[in-house]
């Protein structure tokens, strides 16, 4: 996935700006704010009480297992696994990106039927049915156990699960998120261990997703050693030592006759083949063909099945193991046939990417494979004789019109008919939006209609705009950041209307402290016709920056009405508007933040400085015993509430909030706060 640089975290910036202000005469320095039932299934009312373990790794190439052949990796858990059960050799993702491709596997359902079509911005309808639903009905106990912001319950895979941990480790000091984007194996392996020493004997399904080989591949020790040469496969070894665990505990819990085990990986890592260095951009297989493994009762052991699988095969095979069958709709079929030697009815696997449509503003890809071929609709179609070429090479389109008439008649079935689709992205919250950014997705900045035609650019044209992204600002780059701007502005000339590209040469402009070449930078996206709240939102950022708060504010309020959901951008409109003596509007903004989001603490941190303003101290410390209950770490409203107590005569409960401070406050962020706050303390003994 490529990145996009977070913009930088400047002194006294407008993410975390500092309002000054008097309360009669004691210190006063005041922050704004930052920061159904299911549908009838149709499914069999009879299924083995088995217990069902699903393990998801995501961006896993199976190619890079040990038990797929690969001699440069040992893999013991996973190759153990394939021993005990069947190992599928040509298995394939429906789509390169991890909330689709799981969204397929859980519904048996093709992205044009989940509707789910890239990271970010895309919801699963809570009417759909998932393993987890059907499973859930029948009395089994449910809980998924995730690692990575990208498959946040908000994106709605929770469905069916009694338990959905989502909840990611709270990030150091001084950190813009108030959590981190992901977690390692180790951690998320943990939680579901516990979860099964605790639960209650009934039959249970059990999903347990871990996101380490997914960029930037930097294992721990000793894997770092280790692999130091290799830390994608250093980033695997740890993962599969991780599940080790995890399998050890599920043996403990249920005996392997009463246990399925399905493992997957979501889809594969480019890892500069084609052109690609991550993952989203093409459907060649490098990033189609997944690891999946599956063992349990009723799965022959040590059994190699060379036919094609897919990801939307998982739910039909489980339920049929199980001795059910899956909902009429469900587009995917049991592969249990071929465990005796017979053909499943899975010839043609569809697969997808929007991703570079929706960040870069290129055309879409839509592919078909089948055992032998692989047509890949674009805007330059390409055809590959997979079992000639498997590594997808030599481009055979002009030699086999019959193939490529039969395929391009298939495909109506998913586009339509007119070969034209419209996709409508959502909202996504601002907290969630700056950890997608952090992994190097741009959807979901604006709700936004997109119409797919397989018209425009071909991504295959931007190779050399794909390796200076990576280059530039590859999770692996190390260049300095003027050398870094040198060679975004070189794409910016190549690809004018790619968001991406805008996005990463502003952020970088910001962290040099070139922030009027950033202004530039998002004016020229504007003027390019690359409009969205983010853009709006930074251009405001950096006119505030240059004093400009009077500029700042309808940039603000165009972020708010793209985004309404992006609530850091409100909260920085609310910023200007309190700054610029607009209470009434500031108060108003403040309030709608709060009803999107009531755990949203910077909003009652933003009303108690408004209520300071009014000199309604009775209701500022309301609002700032609200914000400090919602966030303890909320340094700024530990500050306001400390110096309310004070005034107040409350010594005791000041000395608490001040230390408060001083224990979370960055000396960076408050250098000539933290010196005054001691003083007071002081004062207070």
Same mark, same amino acid.
């Given at each position: 996935?490529?990145?996009?640089?977070?913009?930088?975290? $400047?002194?006294?910036?407008?993410?975390r700006?500092?309002?000054?202000?008097?309360?009669?005469?004691?210190?006063?320095?005041?922050?704004?704010? &930052?920061?159904?039932?299911?549908?009838?299934?149709?499914?069999?009312?009879?299924?083995?009480?088995?217990?069902?373990?699903?393990?998801?790794?995501?961006?896993?190439?199976?190619?890079?297992?040990?038990?797929?052949?690969y001699?440069?990796?040992?893999?013991p858990?996973?190759?153990?696994?394939?021993?005990?059960?069947?190992?599928?050799?040509?298995?394939?993702?429906?789509?390169?990106?991890?909330?689709?491709?799981?969204?397929?596997?859980?519904?048996? #359902?093709?992205?044009?039927?989940?509707?789910?079509?890239?990271?970010?911005g895309?919801v699963?309808?809570p009417?759909?049915?998932?393993?987890?639903?059907?499973?859930?009905?029948?009395?089994?106990?449910?809980?998924?156990?995730?690692?990575?912001?990208? $498959?946040?319950?908000l994106?709605?895979?929770?469905?069916?699960? /009694?338990?959905?941990?989502?909840?990611?480790?709270?990030?150091?000091?001084?950190?813009?998120?108030?959590?981190?984007?992901?977690?390692?194996?180790?951690?998320?392996?943990?939680?579901?261990?516990?979860? #099964?020493?605790?639960?209650?004997?009934?039959?249970? #399904?059990?999903?347990?997703?871990?996101?380490?080989?997914?960029?930037?591949?930097?294992?721990?020790?000793?894997?770092?050693?280790?692999? &130091?040469?290799?830390?994608?496969?250093?980033?695997i070894?740890? @993962?599969?030592?991780?599940?080790?665990?995890?399998f050890?505990?599920?043996?403990?819990?249920?005996?392997?006759?009463?246990?399925?085990?399905?493992?997957?990986?979501?889809?594969?890592?480019?890892?500069?083949?084609?052109?690609?260095?991550?993952?989203?951009?093409f $459907?060649?297989?490098?990033?189609?063909?997944?690891?999946?493994?599956?063992?349990?009762?009723?799965?022959?052991?040590?059994?190699?099945?060379?036919?094609? =699988?897919?990801?939307?095969?998982?739910?039909?095979?489980?339920?049929?193991?199980?001795? !059910?069958?899956?909902?009429?709709?469900?587009? !995917?079929?049991?592969?249990?046939?071929?465990?005796?030697?017979?053909?499943?009815? +899975?010839?043609?696997?569809?697969?997808?990417?929007l991703?570079?449509?929706?960040?870069?503003?290129?055309?879409?890809?839509?592919?078909?494979?089948?055992?032998?071929?692989?047509?890949?609709?674009?805007?330059?179609?390409e055809?590959?004789?997979?079992?000639?070429?498997?590594?997808?090479?030599?481009?055979?389109?002009?030699?086999? /019109?019959?193939?490529?008439?039969?395929?391009?008649?298939?495909?109506?079935?998913?586009?339509?008919?007119?070969?034209?689709?419209?996709?409508?992205?959502?909202?996504?919250?601002?907290?969630?939006?700056?950890?997608?950014?952090?992994?190097?997705?741009?959807?979901?900045?604006?709700?936004?209609?997109?119409?797919?035609?397989?018209?425009?650019?071909?991504?295959?044209?931007?190779?050399?705009?794909?390796?200076?992204?990576?280059?530039?600002?590859?999770?692996?780059?190390?260049?300095?950041?003027?050398?870094?701007?040198?060679?975004?502005?070189? +794409?910016?000339?190549?690809?004018?209307t790619?968001?991406?590209?805008?996005?990463?040469?502003?952020?970088?402009?910001?962290?040099?402290?070139?922030?009027?070449?950033?202004?530039d930078?998002?004016?020229?996206?504007?003027?390019?016709?690359?409009d969205?709240?983010?853009?709006?939102?930074?251009?405001?950022?950096?006119?505030?920056?240059?004093?400009?708060?009077?500029?700042?504010?309808?940039?603000?309020?165009?972020?708010a009405?793209?985004?309404?959901?992006?609530?850091?951008?409100? =909260?920085?409109?609310?910023?200007?508007y309190?700054?610029?003596?607009?209470?009434?509007?500031?108060?108003?903004?403040?309030?709608?933040?709060? =009803?999107?989001?009531?755990?949203?603490?910077?909003?009652?941190?933003?009303?108690?400085?408004?209520?300071?303003?009014?000199?309604d101290?009775?209701?500022?410390?309301?609002?700032?015993?609200?914000?400090?209950?919602?966030?303890?770490?909320?340094?700024? @409203?530990?500050?306001?509430?400390?110096?309310?107590?004070?005034?107040?005569?409350?010594?005791?409960?000041?000395?608490?909030c001040?230390? @408060?401070?001083? @224990? &979370?406050?960055?000396?960076?962020?408050?250098?000539?706060?933290?010196?005054?706050?001691?003083?007071? $303390?002081?004062?207070?003994?």
């Amino acid at each position: 996935m490529l990145r996009e640089n977070p913009a930088a975290v $400047l002194p006294m910036s407008f993410r975390r700006r500092i309002l000054l202000a008097c309360c009669v005469c004691t210190l006063a320095v005041l922050l704004s704010c &930052k920061r159904p039932e299911a549908a009838s299934t149709g499914a069999s009312p009879t299924l083995h009480p088995l217990n069902v373990l699903v393990v998801t790794v995501d961006t896993l190439r199976a190619d890079h297992l040990h038990c797929y052949g690969y001699s440069k990796i040992e893999t013991p858990n996973l190759d153990a696994i394939a021993q005990n059960g069947v190992l599928f050799e040509n298995a394939v993702t429906q789509t390169p990106l991890t909330p689709p491709s799981h969204a397929s596997m859980f519904t048996g #359902l093709n992205p044009t039927a989940h509707h789910v079509r890239d990271t970010g911005g895309f919801v699963l309808e809570p009417s759909s049915t998932t393993l987890a639903t059907l499973l859930q009905q029948q009395g089994w106990d449910t809980a998924a156990f995730v690692s990575s912001a990208v $498959l946040k319950r908000l994106f709605g895979l929770n469905q069916g699960f /009694a338990v959905y941990d989502d909840q990611l480790p709270k990030p150091g000091k001084g950190h813009e998120f108030l959590e981190d984007a992901e977690r390692r194996a180790g951690d998320t392996v943990d939680r579901a261990i516990n979860w #099964l020493g605790a639960q209650s004997g009934k039959p249970f #399904l059990l999903w347990v997703h871990v996101y380490d080989p997914h960029v930037p591949y930097d294992p721990p020790a000793p894997f770092r050693e280790t692999y &130091k040469d290799r830390p994608y496969d250093g980033e695997i070894a740890y @993962a599969d030592r991780e599940l080790g665990r995890l399998f050890d505990a599920v043996s403990k819990k249920s005996p392997a006759d009463k246990t399925v085990i399905a493992v997957l990986s979501d889809h594969g890592e480019g890892l500069g083949e084609h052109g690609e260095f991550s993952h989203g951009v093409f $459907l060649y297989d490098s990033t189609l063909r997944i690891a999946f493994l599956l063992s349990g009762p009723g799965v022959p052991a040590g059994m190699r099945i060379r036919p094609q =699988a897919r990801t939307i095969d998982l739910l039909p095979t489980i339920l049929d193991l199980m001795g !059910g069958q899956a909902p009429a709709a469900v587009q !995917g079929v049991s592969l249990r046939p071929y465990f005796n030697g017979k053909d499943a009815a +899975a010839p043609v696997s569809y697969a997808e990417t929007l991703f570079p449509k929706i960040n870069m503003g290129w055309a879409e890809l839509r592919a078909l494979r089948t055992n032998h071929w692989k047509y890949i609709l674009a805007p330059k179609p390409e055809l590959y004789d997979l079992s000639q070429d498997p590594a997808e090479t030599h481009n055979v389109i002009q030699s086999h /019109a019959a193939e490529v008439q039969k395929f391009e008649a298939e495909l109506k079935s998913f586009i339509g008919p007119h070969e034209t689709e419209q996709v409508q992205t959502t909202a996504v919250d601002s907290r969630t939006l700056d950890q997608l950014r952090s992994l190097g997705y741009t959807s979901g900045f604006s709700p936004r209609t997109y119409t797919l035609k397989g018209k425009g650019i071909d991504p295959k044209d931007r190779l050399e705009v794909l390796k200076i992204m990576e280059e530039a600002d590859g999770p692996q780059s190390r260049l300095p950041v003027p050398r870094r701007i040198e060679l975004l502005r070189q +794409a910016v000339k190549q690809d004018p209307t790619n968001p991406l590209l805008y996005y990463s040469l502003g952020g970088d402009c910001e962290k040099a402290g070139r922030y009027t070449e950033a202004l530039d930078v998002y004016y020229a996206a504007l003027r390019n016709g690359i409009d969205s709240g983010r853009l709006h939102s930074r251009v405001g950022d950096l006119l505030v920056r240059a004093g400009k708060k009077d500029e700042a504010i309808p940039e603000y309020e165009k972020a708010a009405r793209f985004n309404p959901s992006d609530l850091q951008s409100q =909260a920085n409109l609310a910023t200007a508007y309190l700054e610029t003596s607009r209470l009434p509007d500031a108060e108003r903004v403040y309030k709608a933040i709060a =009803a999107i989001d009531p755990s949203y603490a910077n909003a009652y941190n933003g009303l108690g400085v408004i209520a300071i303003q009014r000199q309604d101290g009775a209701a500022a410390r309301g609002y700032f015993e609200k914000a400090v209950q919602l966030d303890p770490d909320l340094v700024e @409203a530990q500050l306001n509430l400390g110096l309310l107590y004070k005034m107040a005569g409350d010594r005791q409960r000041a000395r608490a909030c001040f230390e @408060a401070f001083l @224990a &979370k406050a960055s000396p960076k962020q408050y250098p000539e706060v933290i010196p005054k706050v001691r003083e007071e $303390l002081v004062a207070l003994q």
